[in-house]
């Protein structure tokens, strides 16, 4: 049987070692989504790279300024559409990193959490007697400690819905604002 020096020591090391391979986790998750967004970076360079080639020899073939401006506005809808694209790509990629993160760190957290619930109740089997006060006050403290984490999920969880929500509002007001110039610009 365990002494309770050694089952907190033991806990300790299991602890210690559950936050390694977290922090593992995580930043393998967050080299993924950074290794996303620079790929993602590379192809829009290149394409855009491309349609300013073409765009440009468009445009210096033009015959009369109302072919120039008539060419102007053509190229405008299409490089409006790439940039929104690219904003929703950009936001996915974001949003599946926190989910990712959110989903990982949630898993630690129960378990965490298991494990120190069991542990106390190991602890206090063997505790002596008159320590079921101290016993309480412990879990007590893991519960609050669970509900206050939980309260903070919750309030993450919301404030991404709200910046998720800005960012579709902010595409959709984009998207709005580059049709209306662009047809501006056809007239």
Same mark, same amino acid.
């Given at each position: 049987?365990?002494?309770?020096?050694?089952?907190?020591? +033991?806990?300790?090391?299991?602890?210690?070692?559950?936050?390694?391979?977290?922090?593992?986790?995580?930043?393998?998750?967050? #080299?993924?989504?950074?290794?996303?967004?620079?790929?993602?970076?590379?192809?829009?360079?290149?394409?855009?790279?491309?349609?300013?080639?073409?765009?440009?020899?468009?445009?210096? %073939?033009?015959?009369?300024?109302?072919? #120039? #401006?008539?060419?102007?506005?053509?190229?405008?809808?299409?490089?409006?559409?790439?940039?929104?694209?690219?904003?929703?790509?950009?936001?996915?990629?974001?949003?599946?990193?926190?989910?990712?993160?959110?989903?990982?760190?949630?898993?630690?957290?129960?378990?965490?959490?298991?494990?120190?619930? /069991?542990?106390?109740?190991?602890?206090?089997?063997?505790?002596? /007697?008159? %320590?079921?006060?101290?016993?309480?006050?412990?879990? %007590?403290?893991?519960?609050?400690?669970?509900?206050?984490?939980?309260?903070?999920?919750?309030?993450?969880?919301?404030?991404?819905?709200?910046?998720? /929500?800005?960012?579709?509002?902010?595409?959709?007001? #984009?998207?709005?604002?580059?049709?209306? +110039?662009?047809?501006?610009?056809?007239?």
């Amino acid at each position: 049987m365990f002494t309770i020096p050694e089952q907190f020591s +033991t806990a300790a090391k299991a602890n210690f070692e559950a936050q390694l391979s977290l922090i593992t986790n995580l930043t393998s998750k967050a #080299f993924e989504s950074v290794e996303k967004v620079v790929d993602l970076n590379l192809n829009v360079a290149k394409a855009s790279l491309e349609d300013s080639s073409i765009a440009a020899r468009q445009l210096l %073939s033009a015959k009369d300024p109302q072919e #120039f #401006f008539s060419l102007s506005a053509a190229q405008a809808q299409p490089a409006a559409a790439k940039a929104i694209a690219y904003g929703r790509h950009l936001a996915g990629i974001a949003t599946s990193a926190q989910a990712e993160l959110t989903r990982a760190t949630e898993e630690q957290i129960a378990e965490t959490g298991r494990k120190m619930s /069991a542990l106390v109740e190991d602890v206090s089997k063997n505790a002596p /007697a008159g %320590s079921e006060n101290v016993i309480a006050i412990v879990k %007590s403290a893991i519960g609050n400690a669970n509900a206050g984490y939980e309260q903070f999920n919750k309030t993450a969880k919301q404030a991404v819905e709200v910046m998720e /929500a800005n960012m579709n509002s902010a595409v959709t007001q #984009f998207t709005q604002a580059a049709e209306k +110039t662009t047809s501006r610009a056809r007239k």
